[in-house]
């Protein structure tokens, strides 16, 4: 560590430092414009192997030919039934949309019972790295349908190509928005934190080309390592290198002040505070990138491709911090820190309380009655935590959106006068030998609206059932197991017939999601305990560490729950809980990391009690600083216009903000102190002697709690 903080804060070797950043960036700002041209953001590619929905997948491409497509359904609708104009607008209609929008056949026109509505259902082509070939395909039908429609026709295009046309509107050009929105809020902050106006901007330059770095990086991987990369993975590598990569850049630059009232030399002041907090960065890096790798051995293949995006955002975003952001700012000099420039004061030390005398006042009411705020905070947090008997998990599609759009208003549409599950018929594939009885098995389903055989090929028959509730309701998943126990009691050939459709892939991902939430949450604890083992070398602490960031995650679901209901979205994806879990427990516990690494280098020069009140006194202003700036930045995701987004930004915000205040600030402190010397146990950090340059006990005192 010695020798990494002199390269990089060295009279010649910062010079190089920023010469090879300077490369990277020319290299990586080019790359990361690409990314969207990897994003894979087909829904079935992101299926466990062994589920039935994928297996249903393969044998339709591999024997029906229907390889790279998604069906597009285009509802007609009039309320006092359908005219004579509009009926010769439906089939002029398919008649222009399959001369060169389709993929293949346009199926007839179905016509309601009450002859109010009609739809057409077409397949369009897609490409898994390119999404404009389906939203041009199906903004081409778009044009289509509205164009000469007549007066009072409703016409909407939905089905599952329909919403993902959709999803791509709501997200095309976000990649700039959201990093643009991202950055500001971060300016902000840190020019209110900082109050000066140059200082803000190094470590928000230095944030913006760590993070294009970074997305350079993930474009290579995707392009030549077959990384998955799609639209949440990108948004999430953006707002968490912006987050934590300002972070990083906040605990520096305030060591770094500390260190220009301590050294003369801006060299040797940079040196030092690299050297004191590379600890605890390496630690907040390498616990978060590790366990956002935990994600590898989860079973979806979107949670397989998150871990990685997200720990090489960590790792080149650690790097920039803690190599180009010294040396620019040695470079640059104390100037920047105009108007209020540190400078060189032997007795910087005795004005610790003065310097942070916000802080101060806390860590004395910490250390006055540690007892009675650690049970304070505990309640809260628990009182919080009753909110998980609200989470209602399941979202349909209209949930899924913020605001109106087409393939929503379709399915509405077409539920008013069509068995809802007209859209997307469940597709059952079966031995030919076993059809007949399939069939039987699966007419006799309660919930199903009408069966029909599409077809055969290659020894397998294509069974089409419609289902009487919506592709994405709960009541058609249940449709779906049904079918399915039907299927697995007629026996004999009928024991390989696989269930597959819209329906099957909701299930089969809710399922799988659970399952990964048995896997990794246990392993992205194991692997964040190991961490603070080796940081803090005890056993104690961690311990008492882990369990108060699994109750704040508690308290968090808790309390975005109670939020989501507030704002009318009660209902989350089942994916939140693991997402949201990973981000708490990982980025909750980098604070309690800066925390307790400074308290453990404090206990060593002052003893355990005014180490652990002078820790939470001189690291309060900054780590606060930022839990806000993380906070505020997820809660950037607010601005997709989709409800996964909004609920994915407030749950990790809520979640940062409560470890913030509440963990960090008193829960953790008045642990450590009613605790005692035994938290460091088996080690003894009261009995070693201070670190290199630290300051000895006589001569220093925080003046707090005594």
């Known amino acids: 560590m010695n020798r990494y903080a002199g390269v990089v804060t060295g009279r010649r070797t910062k010079w190089v430092v920023f010469a090879v950043w300077l490369l990277l960036i020319a290299t990586g700002g080019s790359l990361a414009a690409k990314v969207a041209d990897v994003q894979d953001n087909d829904p079935e590619t992101w299926l466990p192997s062994s589920a039935q929905s994928t297996q249903a997948v393969q044998l339709a491409e591999e024997h029906f030919d229907d390889r790279d497509s998604s069906t597009a359904v285009v509802v007609y609708a009039r309320e006092g039934g359908l005219t004579s104009a509009d009926r010769e607008k439906i089939t002029a209609d398919r008649g222009e949309i399959g001369d060169g929008i389709a993929a293949g056949e346009v199926d007839r026109p179905a016509i309601s019972e009450d002859g109010q509505a009609a739809f057409l259902s077409f397949p369009v082509r897609t490409d898994p790295s390119d999404n404009g070939v389906l939203t041009d395909a199906v903004d081409a039908a778009d044009e289509v349908v509205a164009g000469d429609a007549p007066d009072g026709l409703e016409v909407r295009v939905a089905g599952e190509a329909g919403s993902i046309r959709d999803f791509a509107d709501v997200y095309a050009g976000m990649d700039g928005a959201l990093l643009g929105a991202a950055l500001a809020v971060v300016a902000v902050l840190l020019l209110l934190t900082y109050r000066s106006p140059v200082l803000w901007i190094v470590p928000l330059l230095v944030v913006f080309l760590g993070s294009q770095v970074a997305s350079g990086v993930v474009y290579l991987l995707a392009k030549h390592a077959d990384l998955l990369v799609n639209g949440l993975s990108t948004y999430i590598l953006l707002v968490i290198s912006v987050g934590v990569g300002t972070d990083y850049a906040l605990l520096l630059i305030a060591r770094y002040r500390e260190e220009l009232h301590r050294h003369e030399d801006r060299h040797e002041a940079m ?6 907090v590379l600890p605890a960065l390496a630690a907040s890096a390498g616990t978060v990138g590790l366990a956002t ?27 920039a911090m803690t ?37 101060a006042r806390v860590a004395r009411l910490v250390g006055r009655r540690p007892r009675t705020v650690g049970a304070a905070s505990l309640a809260v947090l628990v009182a919080l935590g009753f909110g998980i008997t609200t989470v209602e998990v399941g979202q349909t599609q209209a949930e899924q959106f913020t605001k109106s759009v087409d393939s929503v208003e379709g399915q509405e549409l077409l539920a008013e006068h069509f068995p809802a599950g007209s859209s997307a018929p469940a597709d059952v594939y079966v031995p030919d030998g076993a059809a007949a009885a399939a069939l039987q098995a699966v007419q006799g389903v309660d919930g199903v609206a009408s069966t029909t055989t599409a077809g055969s090929a290659g ?46 892939i909701l299930l089969d991902t809710s399922e799988a999601q659970r399952d990964e939430e048995m896997l990794l949450i246990p392993l992205i604890l194991g692997v964040v305990l190991l961490m603070l083992v080796l940081v803090l070398r005890a056993v104690v602490a961690p ?7 699994v109750v704040s995650y508690a308290a968090a679901v808790g309390a975005a729950s109670l939020l989501f209901h507030a704002i009318d979205h009660p209902h989350i994806d089942r994916s939140l809980l693991l997402i949201g879990f990973l981000f708490l427990v990982a980025l909750g516990v980098d604070y309690t ?50 409800v996964q987004s909004l609920q994915q930004g407030l749950l990790v915000a809520i979640g940062i903000l409560l470890d913030t205040f509440l963990v960090r600030s008193l829960l953790v402190p008045a642990l450590s102190l009613e605790i005692g010397p035994g938290i460091w146990r088996p080690g003894h950090p009261e009995k070693q002697p201070p670190p290199a340059g630290g300051r000895p006990v006589e001569s220093t005192t925080a003046g707090v709690g005594t």
């Open 323 to 359: 190599s180009l952001l010294p040396a620019l700012l040695v470079i640059l000099g104390r100037w920047t820190f105009w108007p209020v420039i540190p400078r060189f004061s032997p007795e910087f030390d005795a004005g610790v309380e003065k310097e942070h005398s916000w802080w």
């Open 593 to 642: 990391i800066f925390l307790m690494t400074r308290v453990r280098e404090e206990v060593r020069s002052r003893g355990h009690r005014e180490g652990t009140l002078t820790g939470l006194t001189v690291t309060g202003g900054v780590i606060t600083s930022a839990g806000v700036v993380l906070a505020a930045t997820f809660c950037v995701l607010a601005t997709i216009p989709t």
């Open 459 to 504: 020894g397998w028959t294509h069974i089409e059932a419609v289902l009487a509730d919506g592709p994405d309701t709960s009541a058609a998943k249940d449709t779906v197991e049904r079918m399915r126990d039907a299927l697995g009691d007629a026996g004999g050939a009928g024991a390989d017939t696989v269930v597959g459709g819209q329906s099957a």
């Open 271 to 276: 040196r030092n505070a690299v050297r004191r």
């Open 543 to 549: 311990l008492v560490l882990l369990v108060s960031v």
């Open 293 to 319: 790798l935990c994600l590898v051995f989860g079973s979806m293949n979107s949670t397989q491709g998150l871990g990685p995006v997200v720990a090489i955002g960590i790792a080149v975003v650690f790097l």
